[in-house]
């Protein structure tokens, strides 16, 4: 399994949102990979629309492709953590799929500080498919979009099966995906995972804010 980490001082400010909280997102991607987050609460939206889950105009859980949006693509260890299948190929389940002019928002009880998620295929420009964070007070934490992974990947296409893993030195209450307007693209994902990471404190001291937080749950994985 293949890593892809980025943290530097230029995508920390992409992904952060002026004027807000100061929150810093951390993003990592693991081809068919795994939360990286142990005891995290898993959802793999198989049965009846999920408490977490609301969907808005053109949203939908679906299983295949309408011609529009089509399955996530399971490889690794990705399928069995989820108890999905197949281990390797198309999703044949229930994945989110969000179309233009459509929104999936997740929303916790409590804030989180990690949200992990087997993304669809990732459409490569700044806003497309994006991701928005918002904290307790509904003020946006911040943002990640499918160019923020292409970035993991210095701009290629990144392969299928990417599990993407964000952490926030923020707590976040609710998070929206939308799909981008003004082309016919969508936003598919299944296989969400969150959390709440609390950092210890000497570890907070070598490592700092959102780094503390993601040392620690690849840590925690590793253990």
């Known amino acids: 399994m293949k ?3 980025l943290i530097s001082i230029a995508t920390i400010l992409a ?4 004027g807000t909280s100061k929150a810093q ?4 991607a693991d081809i068919g990979g795994v939360p990286v987050v142990g005891g995290a609460t898993l959802e ?3 049965g009846a629309n999920p408490s977490i889950l609301t969907l808005s105009g053109s949203a939908f859980l679906r299983t295949g492709s309408d011609g529009v949006a089509s ?6 260890s990705t399928a069995a953590f989820f108890g999905e299948t197949p281990a390797n190929g198309p ?3 229930q994945y989110v799929a ?3 002019g459509g929104t999936a928002t997740l929303t916790f009880s409590t804030p989180q500080s990690y949200l992990g998620l087997l993304w669809g295929s990732i459409d490569p420009y700044s806003g497309m498919n994006t991701l928005t964070f918002y904290d307790k007070a509904n003020n946006v934490i911040g943002t990640i979009d499918g160019g923020s992974v292409w970035a993991l990947f210095g701009g290629a296409p990144p392969p299928d099966g990417e599990y993407v893993n964000i952490t926030s030195t923020t707590g976040f209450l609710k998070v929206v995906a939308t799909a981008t307007p003004i082309f016919p693209e969508s936003f598919e994902f299944d296989d969400v995972a969150y959390a709440q990471v609390v950092p210890e404190p000497a570890s907070c001291v070598l490592f700092g804010g959102g780094l503390c937080i993601l ?3 690849l840590r925690r994985k590793l253990a």
């Not at 992904?15 to 002026?18: A, E, F, G, T, V």
């Not at 399955?71 to 690794?76: I, K, L, R, T």
């Open 3 to 5: 890593k892809h980490l």
């Open 15 to 18: 992904l952060s949102s002026p």
């Open 25 to 28: 997102l951390f993003l990592t």
């Open 44 to 46: 793999n939206f198989d």
């Open 71 to 76: 399955p996530p693509v399971f490889s690794g």
């Open 91 to 93: 999703d044949n389940s």
């Open 98 to 100: 969000v179309e233009p």
């Open 215 to 217: 040392g620690l749950a």
